[in-house]
């Protein structure tokens, strides 16, 4: 029987698969996976179906636009803040993804990018990080050896079974619906960061 949300899982069962219960690709929570994202120091990101759920829309005109979500941008900020790099790795290319990296503070933008693990490589080398000190968040199978080689891949919860497969962490949400935000508190409470962001909030509430 399908669980319901709220409810326990079985124990056979992982809980960040539940929602994907019926399809053999989830995998177990690498037993080192907490190690792993206090490591990560880069967080490099597909755009279509990551930071949007993928869809693409146009208009008359022929411009594109594109949906984000704004607990994501927040998280991205947190994220900086914390100390943090960020980076775009997106295999199209249009002009919001520029604008929306402008908004956050994000420098490092490469669109139109074939080989992801190639233009990756380059990023890191660039930024002086290793492999094992950078996260990748992506849905597709473009972004698969990226997330395969990487210390912290990271899969949104409506990616590939490849993906999603091949991931150390699938986020409980969809791309373009906090699934970033998600996947940077994970990264924040690794690091032992997540309490603090909280507490500030928390103070000017008070
Ligand atoms: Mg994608």
Redesign the pocket.
Known sequence: MRPSRGTTPPPDRPARCREHSHEPACMTKPADLDRRLARVQLLLL?????LTD?GVTWNNQGIESKTFHIRDGLGLKLWQRAGGRTGIV??RSSHVVQLRAGELGIGIVRQGVEDKLATAAAVLAECGVSWEETAFI???L??LPVIARCGAGIAVADACAEVRAAAALVTTLP?GRGAVREAIEHLLRARGGWEAVVARYSLRAG
């Open positions: 597909d755009v279509d179906g990551v993928g997106t295999g992506g849905d597709d473009p972004d791309g």
